[in-house]
């Protein structure tokens, strides 16, 4: 597994996907209607990532097979700066259709719990939506625990 960061190309298809997958989930869960999905978006992108791939205190990784090279999904997280303590909170994680069920995600919140450690970050949160029981059962599995809102404390 290669994590690289995010070429230009690479985020916006990563973006693109990101968005539509939360406009639904938004939608499935009953916060968004169909009718103001796009405009709630675009100005939650606009207040999350007003400079886009260049956000300061988000990164963007795509996670690549490593004999292949093909980006396999990507990684988006985000440092953040409590009062007491500084977390890293994962925006979005994708492995696309083809590729999941294969260890990928696992590896990858590997390769972010290995990030943490160099940043000095002892927990690692996520939100995931109720209706994503497939996701919760993979951060269940990899430790993390809680409602909407998961957590891990590193050791």
Do not use: C
């Amino acid at each position: 597994m290669i994590f690289d960061r995010m070429t230009q190309s690479e985020f916006e298809k990563f973006i693109d996907i990101s968005m539509k997958d939360h406009m639904r989930s938004q939608i499935l869960a009953r916060n968004w209607t169909e009718e103001n999905a796009s405009q709630k978006m675009e100005s939650m992108r606009k207040q999350i990532l007003p400079d886009y791939l260049d956000t300061k205190g988000h990164y963007f990784y795509s996670i690549k097979d490593e004999n292949s090279g093909t980006v396999t999904g990507g990684l988006w997280y985000a440092v953040q700066n409590g009062i007491v303590k500084r977390s890293i909170f994962v925006i979005d994680i994708q492995i696309y259709e083809k590729f999941r069920r294969k260890g990928y995600g696992s590896q990858a919140f590997g390769f972010l719990e290995e990030k943490a450690g160099e940043l000095g970050v002892k927990k690692i949160r996520l939100n995931v939506f109720d209706h994503n029981k497939p996701a919760r059962a993979m951060y269940e599995k990899l430790g993390y625990s809680g409602g909407e809102l998961m957590s891990k404390k590193l050791i």
